[in-house]
Structure formats: structure tokens, C-alpha cells
């Protein structure tokens, strides 16, 4: 092979090298990045515990149920606006659903307190209380 080909090839595999390089790098920041991990509190037990973690946890953390104090009015409005965004849940399994989120995230149930990590501890604005 001529020199002058041999140094067509080395030139196209350097290309093709930082080419490679430059466009898989900002996958791999992503992966090196720590992931922000869901708020994985269980939700209380009750015949619904399984069916409520299906269909609410699907698309946000426990924490969004969690810390809901809603009347059974409020949360068939609010089962219902879910099933029309998109939640899973059974016709069948619709009713007993929302008896045991107003049964156990009801305004007369307490407030919900977060539990405390050492990230929250230190996170700018956060106090210890």
C-alpha cells in the first residue's frame, strides 16, 4: 500500500474515531450523572394497596398521594381526571380505589411529614428542624 494511501486511512480513522467519540460523550455524562431516585414510600396496606401502586405509581412518586388530604368527592374528581390522562385502572377497580384513597389520605387523617434524608440536610435554603 502507498504511503500516501496509508495516510488517507489513518486519516479517515482518526475522523471517524473523534466522530465516534464526540457523539456518544454526552451519553455517557448522562449515565456518569447521579439519577434522582423516587420517593418510593409504601402506600398503606389495604386490599387497593397493590392496584393503587399499579396505576398511581406508574407516573409519579408515593409522595404525591402521600401528602393528599382530599375528601371522597375530591378524589373521584381526581381518579377520574387520571384514568383520562392516561392512568390503568379496571372499571371494576375504579370505586374500591377511591374508597381507599379517601379512606386513607383524608383531610381528617394526619399531615404528611416527608421523611428526612441527609441530601435534604444539605441542600441549599433546607433548615434542620
Known amino acids: ?55 398511581c405509581l406508574e407516573c409519579h412518586e408515593a409522595r404525591i398521594i402521600l401528602q393528599q388530604r382530599l375528601n371522597k368527592a375530591a378524589w373521584t374528581k381526581e381518579v377520574d381526571k387520571m384514568i383520562k390522562w392516561g392512568a390503568l385502572v379496571d372499571p371494576n377497580d375504579r370505586d374500591a380505589l377511591i374508597d381507599y384513597l379517601s379512606t386513607n389520605f383524608s383531610p381528617d387523617q394526619p399531615p404528611y411529614v416527608p421523611q428526612r434524608t441527609s441530601a435534604d440536610k444539605n441542600r441549599p435554603g433546607k433548615t434542620a428542624k
Not at 38 to 53: C, F, I, R, Y
Request: a positive charge.
Open 1 to 55: 500500500m502507498s504511503p500516501k494511501l496509508q495516510n488517507i486511512f489513518r486519516t479517515v480513522a482518526l475522523t471517524l474515531a473523534i466522530l465516534a467519540v464526540a457523539t456518544t460523550s454526552p451519553f455517557w455524562a448522562l449515565s456518569e450523572k447521579p439519577v434522582a431516585t423516587k420517593v418510593t414510600e409504601d402506600l398503606p396496606p389495604g386490599v387497593m394497596q397493590s392496584k393503587a401502586t399499579a396505576a
